[in-house]
């Protein structure tokens, strides 16, 4: 099922399911506003299963808390959070769009893609690694996000189709986008896919 918001001008579509079509999803996402910003995360359990879904529950439940801090320090307490859990990947993006600009910081292997209105593509880059409670260096990425640009956030289950951006702009409707992303996307791992696209 695609699950569909819009918090102020952003309009955002989220697709989630799991492996092989079990009854748990070992991935969590956030997607809210809190003051004037708008968050948007997804982390994914090292693995799959309940231990999979109880790490990245943690993650989810410990950034809502602390949404307020700069993505990085975010980043360090939920490592924190997960010492003595099986651990997650994580990433994450701070939306202002009073200065149209993304803060971005993930560790592991969920991407960040943003295309631009004019087709330039943007990558957020995760720095390696898992949140688990052992020393991590993560990084802080800040680019410019204007109306008409479009971000796509996915976890490791879901492959970009090679006609993507073709698809980003022709389709205006973020879940038609999310449909045609996951046609021939198969089942062997648990996905997450969250699209946002700042409208004109």
């Not at 980003?168 to 999310?178: F, G, M, R, T």
Request: overall charge neutral.
């Amino acid at each position: 099922m695609i699950i569909e918001k819009n918090l102020r001008d952003l309009q955002i579509g989220i697709y989630q399911r799991a492996k092989n079509g079990r009854p748990c999803c070992g991935d969590s996402f956030l997607a809210g506003e809190y003051n004037e910003r708008t968050v948007i995360a997804i982390a994914d359990g090292l693995g799959s299963g309940e231990m999979a879904r109880k790490a990245s529950v943690l993650t989810i439940s410990h950034l809502r808390k602390h949404w307020d801090g700069k993505p990085k320090d975010i980043l360090g307490h939920c490592n924190e959070k997960l010492k003595g859990t099986r651990g997650a990947v994580l990433s994450m993006v701070s939306i202002d769009p009073q200065k149209e600009e993304l803060s971005f910081c993930g560790i592991g292997n969920v991407q960040l893609i943003i295309l631009k209105n004019d087709a330039q593509c943007m990558h957020g880059i995760p720095s390696p690694g898992f949140l688990a409670g052992l020393p991590v260096m993560g990084r802080e990425d800040v680019f410019t996000f204007e109306r008409g640009d479009t971000l796509l956030m996915y976890s490791d289950g879901f492959v970009l189709p090679s006609r993507w951006k073709e698809l980003v702009c022709c389709l205006h409707s973020v879940s038609e986008l999310i449909y045609e992303l996951i046609k021939n996307i198969n089942e062997k791992d648990d996905l997450t896919l969250i699209v946002a696209r700042y409208t004109i």
